[in-house]
């Protein structure tokens, strides 16, 4: 499904207040899995700045033990700190790799801003090499700026 046709269903999760903060991220979590076929993990971290760690949050996909990801370690862990998006075509050519499961091929994540600050992020993986493009980057960030206004 074409990233314009999603955008329109993101701002509806994002706005029903019936629901919790977690379950409108697990929905567009599920959206996002279910409508793009090279998504295949579908996951929110968020920063605790003090202990300088990511917690898993809402995600769809296979289970992890990643609950915890310290600043710096993996993709995720180094996107906590440089504060920009990272798309990695390759996880097999990243020595800095967490690997989740042998399936994983590439991931993309994308970080969460509230008030100018890194408080998080939106992590993709996929089981089909190099999928990403900058299409998929400005729909993320996109999506990004959308949960940042509910946290």
């Known amino acids: 499904m074409p990233f314009r046709l999603l955008k329109p269903q993101v701002e509806t999760i994002i706005s029903d207040t019936t ?7 697990l929905s567009i979590c599920q959206l996002l899995e279910s409508h793009l076929e090279y998504y295949n993990w579908v996951g929110f971290y968020f920063a605790n700045s003090d202990k300088k760690e990511l917690y898993l949050g809402p995600y769809i996909g296979e289970p992890t033990d990643h609950t915890v990801i310290p600043f710096g370690k993996g993709i995720c862990g180094q996107v906590a700190v440089s504060n920009e998006n990272f798309v990695v075509p390759d996880v097999a050519a990243q020595d800095n790799y967490i690997a989740c499961s042998i399936t ?4 993309i994540v994308v970080p969460i801003f509230k008030d100018g600050k890194n408080i998080g992020q939106i992590d993709i993986d996929s089981n089909t090499p190099d999928p990403f493009t900058d299409k998929d980057e400005r729909f993320l960030e996109f999506v990004c700026t959308k949960v940042s206004e509910i946290l």
């Open 19 to 25: 629901k919790s903060v977690d379950e409108r991220l």
């Open 104 to 107: 994983v091929k590439a991931e």
